[in-house]
């Protein structure tokens, strides 16, 4: 089992059907909040943005954001 420190931020490449982890941690930043997400709760991403959101309400917000 890999082992991850406690309270570091993890790196992490978004993929169609999952993540791969680059560097070591137990949470991403969401992008929209800034809310810290575990990774064993992170469910929600956009592999063309390469990012994070806490919820699928915050997800769809920032996929139709045009920015």
Known sequence: MLMTPANRLA???YLPNGFRQLTAG???VCA???AAIPLEALRYWSVDRQE???TP???TRRLLDPA
């Open 11 to 13: 790196r992490l490449q």
């Open 57 to 59: 309400e915050l997800a």
């Open 52 to 54: 994070a959101y806490a």
């Open 26 to 28: 137990d949470h991403v």
């Open 32 to 34: 929209v909040s800034a």
